[in-house]
């Protein structure tokens, strides 16, 4: 069965640190990997996607990815947090099948970050 | 350039009632997915509709049905609600071009 973990329900960081939110993941084959971000009573927002190539992957605000094809696992970074950072952040796998748009997402639980300044 | 939009943001229905949600892709998006989100979980996928066709559905009853109509709009309809259905629905688009989706703001749902 597919499957998406996110071992810490929170991440807390000061304002400036780095900060890491972990994901493992369990799909069959080579699934596109993706992190979302969510902010109270709003949908979510795409922030970066890895699909092939470079291990790591930049996208929105700064963030970044690690993909580590052997322990299955897509963390998601950032070298400086901001307080704007703080919100809930979900990680996503899709299997290959299909196609690039069919297909459903699976997600983790969710962590929520929070940045104290 | 609009993203996804639903409606309503927010309703209350009482148990037993019928709801129907309301999604519109963004501009060139052609495929729509439908999430339920309970509180304090992951979203969970309902179904999938591409080319006026469900494609994919996850684990939810019959009570859980869609449309997708012909400028990729798309419904959501629960029948004989229940508590348990109380959540934030989340639609979702993408498009043969992109292998990202992305998400309308949602409509929270709750069941009294």
């Known amino acids: 069965a597919q499957s998406v973990a996110q071992p810490e329900d929170q991440v807390n960081v000061a304002e400036g640190n780095p900060l890491t939110v972990k994901c493992t993941y369990s799909?069959?084959?080579?699934?596109?990997l993706f992190w979302y971000v969510q902010y109270p009573n709003r949908g979510l927002q795409f922030l970066l996607k890895?699909?092939?190539?470079?291990?790591l992957v930049k996208g929105s605000y700064g963030f970044e990815a690690e993909f580590n094809k052997s322990q299955t696992s897509f963390h998601l970074k950032k070298p400086s947090a901001l307080v704007s950072d703080s919100a809930l952040y979900f990680c996503a796998v899709r299997d290959r099948t299909g196609g690039s748009t069919l297909g459903r997402l699976y997600f983790g639980r969710g962590t929520q970050l929070t940045v104290w300044p | 350039d609009a993203g996804v939009t639903q409606s309503p943001t927010h309703l209350i229905k009482t148990r037993g009632q019928q709801v129907t949600l309301r999604c519109s892709p963004k501009s060139g998006h052609d495929t729509v997915s439908w999430y339920q989100q309970a509180l304090g979980q992951g979203p969970q996928f309902i179904f999938q509709?591409?080319?006026?066709?469900?494609?994919q559905r996850g684990n939810f009853p019959d009570r859980f049905s869609g449309h997708q109509f012909p400028n990729y709009s798309s419904e959501l309809n629960v029948n004989a609600l229940l508590l348990g259905d109380s959540a934030l629905y989340l639609c979702?688009?993408?498009?043969?071009?992109?292998?990202?989706?992305?998400f309308g703001q949602g409509t929270r749902l709750t069941v009294v």
């Open positions: 979702a688009s993408s498009s043969t071009l992109n292998t990202e989706a992305f």
């Open positions: 509709y591409y080319e006026e066709e469900e494609r």
């Open positions: 799909v069959s084959g080579n699934p596109y």
């Open positions: 890895y699909i092939t190539g470079d291990n």
